[in-house]
């Protein structure tokens, strides 16, 4: 008889751990865990980050609120704080002061005021071929005018996928530099 009731309480314990075992694996834990967007997602957020600057001329807000977004991720047709891609970040960045531009790259190939590249100020979009295509792909927005050596923020998709600096004179965007487009004239 205690035989029988040893098995018995061993067959209890052993059905109460195997039930709280799968409980445990049926609910897992309440942690929630971020993931950056993939390309499905094409993220649009619609509310603009508010840190326009006081005192400050436009072009250098735009460049400052440009280059908080240095490091984030590009990911193709994303255009949120969490990830960008290249008119993603150009359309970002402009609709947080409320100014128009497209979302897609190909249609800043009739959008704006064309300037030259040696009247090129801060705060201008630069418009690049695509690297695999004979088409409008890529913007980046000044950021240090210079003419042909002046300098951009974008959201590279090439080897550091993410927000970066680079620099017309760099072969890969010189050769592909279109035009650079003026969308503050009035501003």
Known sequence: MISKNKNLFK????????????????????????SVPTRAEAVTNAEPINTIRINMPLRDSI???????????????ACSKEAFDCSGFV?????????????????????GKEVSIENVK?????????????????????????????DFIHASSSKEMKVI???????????????????LENR
Not at 68 to 74: Q, V
Not at 174 to 182: G, H
Request: glycine share 8%; charged share 15%; net charge neutral.
């Open 11 to 34: 067959i209890v314990i052993l059905l109460c751990f195997s039930t709280i075992s799968l409980a445990i694996l049926a609910f897992g834990t309440s942690k929630e865990v971020e």
């Open 122 to 150: 801060k705060g201008d979009i630069l418009v690049f071929l695509s690297p695999t295509r004979n088409e409008i792909g890529h913007v980046g927005i000044v950021t240090n005018a210079n003419g042909m050596e002046s």
């Open 165 to 183: 600096i680079s620099s017309l004179k760099h072969p890969g965007y010189n050769r592909r530099f279109v035009k650079a487009v003026n969308v």
């Open 63 to 77: 460049e400052s609120f440009g280059m908080e977004l240095l490091g984030t991720p590009y990911v193709y047709g």
């Open 91 to 111: 359309y970002f960045v402009f609709q947080n002061f409320d100014i128009e531009v497209p979302r897609s790259s190909s249609q800043f190939a009739n959008f």
